[in-house]
Nanobody, 129 residues
Framework: VQLQASGGGVVPVGGALRLKCEVS????????IGWLRQAPGKEREGVSC??????YYRDFVKGRFTISSDNVENTVTLEMKNLKPEDTATYVC?????????????????????????RGKGTQVTVSS
């Protein structure tokens, strides 16, 4: 199984980026997909997760980020707009169980007890102020 994240870059405050996670080796429809991020010196944190038709977001990205999946192309997209300096981080896509508490836990940040099946290398997002 391989996950490849792309789409990161350097944008000004208020800018937008479109992250894409390409997954090979499994069928996305059988799993949930989440995005995590980690900034230097900070703890890793969940950002969003999608599983079946359920979508979860952290409060700090609601209204600004949109997650979607394409089970034919086996890709997950994270559209990010109105970016803020605090969004600066390495963003990583992860495969999680389709059912259970992992996706909502990760996507809404209600704990750290979640199971990651696979993860890819990240893509860097830098928001310059």
């Amino acid at each position: 199984v391989q996950l490849q994240a792309s789409g990161g870059g350097v944008v000004p405050v208020g800018g937008a980026l479109r992250l894409k996670c390409e997954v090979s080796g499994l069928h996305l429809g059988d799993y949930g997909i989440g995005w995590l991020r980690q900034a230097p010196g900070k703890e890793r944190e969940g950002v969003s997760c999608i599983s079946n038709d359920d979508i979860y977001y952290r409060d700090f990205v609601k209204g600004r980020f949109t997650i979607s999946s394409d089970n034919v192309e086996n890709t997950v997209t994270l559209e990010m707009k109105n970016l803020k300096p605090e969004d600066t981080a390495t963003y990583v896509c992860v495969v999680v169980p389709r059912y259970g508490s992992t996706c909502p836990t990760l996507g809404m940040g209600i704990g750290e007890n979640y199971s990651i099946r696979y993860r890819g290398k990240g893509t860097q997002v830098t928001v310059s102020s």
